[in-house]
């Protein structure tokens, strides 16, 4: 089963339909109504994105990495979810001189599972992963971010700084995580 953690993103209900449509046995509960010690019950997790910074928020989903990391299970972050997988694992995020809202296209820098190419993908952030640290590496990049899509070490434990519930691109890369 796939837990997927709302962090309050105005996009989760895009993710829950996608779920829904694919016959994705899921539970979508919000952060602060998950309990750390019931994360062994999930196969995968994703990680919404968000809408406000939250102390307790951030601590869950760090904790919810560890754990993943910890018993090598899949995890998909999507925006916030990808920024808090890269400060979890040493890495940094800045604040962007404007914000990124809107259609934007990526190129896939490194071979993988979920992607490749050039992907169509919907931008809405004001925050971007800055470094990698040690344990991270960039799997694709646009003109606006260097960090589109990252994974941990050679895991199934990836991040990606657009929406892709939002574009058809981008549902089908959800699609290949699912499938992990």
Known sequence: MLLLVDNGSIFTKKIVEFLNLTKTDHIALPFDKINPNELNKFDSIILSGRRHNDQSMNALNSKIINHCIAQKK??????????????????????????????????????NPLCSGIMQVYQSHSYEISTLGKSLTQLASSDS????????????????????????????????????
């Open 74 to 111: 899949p995890i998909l972050g999507i925006c916030y979810g990808a920024e808090i997988l890269a400060l979890t694992v040493g890495g940094t995020i800045r604040k962007m001189s404007s914000i990124q809202k809107g259609p934007g296209t990526i190129q896939i820098t490194q071979q």
């Open 145 to 180: 971010c260097k960090y589109e899509i990252i994974q941990y070490k050679d895991t199934k434990i990836y991040g990606t700084q657009f929406h892709p519930e939002m574009t058809q691109n981008g549902l089908f890369l959800i699609e290949k995580f699912i499938k992990l």
